[in-house]
């Protein structure tokens, strides 16, 4: 099976502008996870997708959105974007039935707003 | 509130056993295990429900004691490859952000050398 694929790898955006990133889990996996990383707060997470709604929602401003498609692909989406929002973003995808329960990561895009 | 990890970091020699603990100061559902080598993703290691449980695969298990709200990760005889940083992630409930907030530990850097 492929793996959880993230793009863009890379991107430099500057002060008030939006990106989008997007998030293709591993095949017949449903549920999506967005975390960002950074240097100085750690590992956060940002939202959880299952079936195209959203499950779970951490603690970040109304710019941060999401939304999964009916192939179980998500996009993120960062709007005004401040410096403080540079940092690498992960997604995760998930399965869990009664026997298993794991998770597993993308590479990450790295995000930076100068 | 943020989990608490210790140790922050540890130096085994290859063969040592080390024990990471995570602490709540909140009622938790679950505890997620993560590993992450400098540069690349997190790994998803394990995750554990309330109910007291263990779990282990390999040389690398874990507890979590629902009581205590601690969770520990046991590695034994460390190889060169079990180094990295290792985060806990806690899911607790929340109101108002969703059924639960999922929060991580700054992570215990654990080097492993010959």
């Known amino acids: 099976k492929a793996g959880v694929t993230q793009t863009p790898r890379y991107l430099i955006k500057t002060r008030g502008q939006q990106v989008t990133l997007s998030c293709s889990p591993i095949s017949g996996h449903r549920s999506v996870s967005w975390y960002q990383q950074t240097p100085g707060q750690g590992l956060q997470f940002l939202f959880e997708y299952f079936s195209e709604t959203q499950r779970n929602k951490g603690n970040f401003p109304g710019r941060f959105s999401g939304r999964q498609f009916s192939n179980s692909r998500s996009e993120m989406n960062v709007s005004t974007l401040e410096l403080g929002d540079s940092a690498l973003y992960l997604c995760?995808?998930?399965?869990?039935?009664?026997?298993?329960?794991?998770?597993?990561f993308g590479p990450g895009t790295r995000l930076t707003v100068l | 509130q943020q989990p608490v990890q210790s140790p922050q970091a540890v130096i085994l020699r290859e063969g040592e056993d080390a024990v990471i603990n995570c602490s709540s100061s909140?009622?938790?559902?679950?505890v997620h295990w993560y590993r992450q080598k400098h540069g690349e993703a997190p790994v998803f290691l394990m995750i554990?429900?309330?109910?007291?449980e263990q779990k282990g695969h390999d040389k690398i298990s874990a507890s979590f004691n629902e009581k205590k709200q601690q969770s520990s990760l046991y590695l034994t005889a460390s190889q060169l490859s079990y180094s990295g940083t290792y985060f806990c992630?806690?899911?607790?409930?929340?109101?108002?952000?969703?059924?639960?907030?999922?929060?991580f530990g700054k992570g215990t850097k654990l080097s492993v050398i010959p």
């Open positions: 554990l429900l309330k109910g007291g």
């Open positions: 995760a995808s998930s399965f869990r039935d009664k026997t298993t329960d794991t998770q597993y």
């Open positions: 909140k009622a938790l559902y679950s």
């Open positions: 992630g806690t899911h607790a409930p929340h109101s108002g952000a969703g059924s639960y907030q999922l929060t």
